[in-house]
Nanobody, 128 residues
Framework: QLQLVESGGGLVQPGGSLILSCAAS????????IGWFRQIPGKAREGVAC????????NYADSVKGRFTISRDNAKNTGYLQMSDLKAEDTGVYYC?????????????????????WGQGTQVTVSS
């Protein structure tokens, strides 16, 4: 059974940076795309970024393009979300999720249904 654990959240000042990690266990992530989603207070959970199983395709929400970078290290069975130039509106709980996708160079953040495994979330607070 695939289990995902996020880490790296915390309190950061506006303009600062954080790197979130998503460590997988139980199943090798080689055939899974990884997505990052966030729950901002008062809003529905939204997709932030995703990366295909081999890292050859990525997608980002418009609100984070140019500021966030998603990556993965399949040897470590871990995904990452590097966040820079953080803003107060980035505050929320960040979740990583995995979707079975084979070796296709695709991933999506437009829907949650492909993602069968989710982490417990990590809080990111951007405040001065």
């Amino acid at each position: 059974q695939l289990q995902l654990v996020e880490s790296g959240g915390g309190l950061v000042q506006p303009g600062g940076s954080l790197i979130l990690s998503c460590a997988a266990s139980g199943v090798n992530l080689d055939y899974y795309s990884i997505g990052w989603f966030r729950q901002i207070p008062g809003k529905a959970r939204e997709g932030v970024a995703c990366i295909s199983s081999r890292g050859d395709s990525t997608n980002y929400a418009d609100s984070v393009k140019g500021r966030f970078t998603i990556s993965r290290d399949n040897a470590k069975n871990t995904g990452y979300l590097q966040m820079s130039d953080l803003k107060a509106e980035d505050t929320g709980v960040y979740y990583c999720a995995a979707a079975m996708s084979g070796l296709l160079p695709i991933c999506t953040i437009r829907a949650e249904t492909p993602f069968g495994s989710w982490g417990q979330g990590t809080q990111v607070t951007v405040s001065s």
